[in-house]
């Protein structure tokens, strides 16, 4: 125990008053069922039954940084009529309390029973004991598998103390409490926090599973769960979907002329005009594989379907002017019967594009369903 060569204390064999016993295991049973938002009024309620317990003035739990350059005070309950000084001692360096930090490392407490009586090399802390007013004071440490992690403290402003074992036990039956708290509440904000980010990381990876990773576009994976889900919605809309292929034309005569690097950049420009010509709601802009794409429009029939196919043929000129590109697109537009499958949706709009390319590329082609 770090005493004030002074004044020692000295220490009664008063046993813990029964009524505070008994509101400290309720309080304790509070802390130990608290959720955190509810933890800090809990906190605070310790140290008021601490504080009224032989008429304390000043209550309070202070945290140290990771790096033990400062410290805070995170909790506070003051006596009516003395001033609360939490807002003040945030971040206050540790350096300016040396052995007031040093005591509390070596020996896991402060007892300070006349804070005139401090000795010399209490320095800082002394001089801040008298800024206060506090004429007595005592704090214990708070440890977290065996590191000093902050203290829960007392002051006295009208009157010195003669601070003895029971008051000592009190308090660190207080401090042991909190740390609990305190270790339960950063253990399960650490387990929200990795929940969260394991949660992320499988939405990432899902996302990736359906990604297509040169133009962003969902893969061909995707698109089979796309179409089977709006083959069905359609069917139960009992309203048309639209389904376009659309093929570049030559396309291994670019990645043979101009390599394959420019091949990849043609294949997200084109990407790219799909997706902006294709933004409605509900409409999916895949790449099915190669140099195919393909999209779904909900509730879009044939003439519409049409209409977006042939300015299709001309933005996507626009968009890969320095190539040339061209494209063929191959359109069907039905509503889905019950037993319409996405295997025969796809060979049907498939039939469709390489009617396209036979009539000479650069054009769409329309198959009705039947
Ligand atoms: N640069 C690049 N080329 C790809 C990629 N995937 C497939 N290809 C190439 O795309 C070309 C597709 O060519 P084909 O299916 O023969 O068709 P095409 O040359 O476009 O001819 P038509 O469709 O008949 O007009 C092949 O040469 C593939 O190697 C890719 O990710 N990047």
């Not at 420009?269 to 195919?292: I, N, P």
Request: charged share 25%; proline share 3%.
């Amino acid at each position: 125990m770090t005493q004030n060569p002074d004044a020692t204390p000295s220490y009664s064999s008063r046993e813990t008053s029964e009524s505070f016993a008994y509101l400290i295991s309720e309080l304790s049973t509070n802390l130990i069922n608290a959720a955190p938002e509810e933890a800090e009024v809990h906190i605070e309620k310790a140290l008021a039954a601490l504080g009224c317990n032989d008429r304390k003035d000043r209550c309070y739990v202070f945290l140290f940084d990771d790096s033990y350059k400062q410290m805070s005070n995170t909790h506070e309950w003051v006596n009516r009529g003395i001033t609360a000084h939490k807002e003040e001692l945030q971040n206050v360096p540790l350096e300016a309390m040396p052995w007031f930090f040093a005591s509390m490392r070596a020996d896991g407490q402060v007892v300070v029973p006349s804070s005139q009586n401090l000795p010399d090399v209490a320095g800082g802390f002394k001089d801040e004991l008298l800024r206060e007013s506090i004429q007595s004071m005592m704090a214990v440490g708070m440890y977290l598998e065996g590191r000093l992690i902050g203290f829960v403290g007392c002051d006295l402003v009208q009157r010195a103390c003669d601070w003895n074992e029971q008051d000592v036990r009190q308090m660190q039956l207080v401090a042991d409490m909190i740390t609990n708290t305190i270790a339960r509440h950063r253990t399960e904000a650490k387990l929200h926090e990795l929940q969260a980010e394991l949660r992320s990381a499988n939405e990432r990876l899902a996302q990736l599973a359906n990604e297509d990773s040169l133009t962003g576009l969902i893969n061909r994976r995707g698109l089979d769960l796309a179409l089977a889900t709006e083959l069905r919605r359609m069917q139960r809309k009992q309203e048309q979907l639209s389904v376009l292929m659309v093929d570049i034309d030559h396309f291994k005569e670019l990645n043979d002329r101009q390599g394959h690097l420019a091949g990849d950049v043609a294949l997200q420009c084109v990407a790219t005009e799909l997706s902006r010509a294709f933004k409605r709601s509900g409409e999916v802009v895949a790449r099915y594989g190669g140099d195919e794409f393909l999209i779904l429009s909900p509730s879009m029939n044939a003439e519409e379907a049409e209409q977006r196919a042939a300015a299709l043929l001309g933005s996507v000129r626009c968009c890969t002017k320095a190539s040339e590109i061209t494209v063929s697109i191959g359109i069907i537009s039905f509503i889905p019967g019950i037993d319409t499958t996405p295997e025969e949706a796809i060979r049907r709009v498939d039939k469709a594009v390489y009617q396209a390319k036979n009539n000479g590329r650069n054009c769409f082609v329309r198959r009705s369903y039947e």
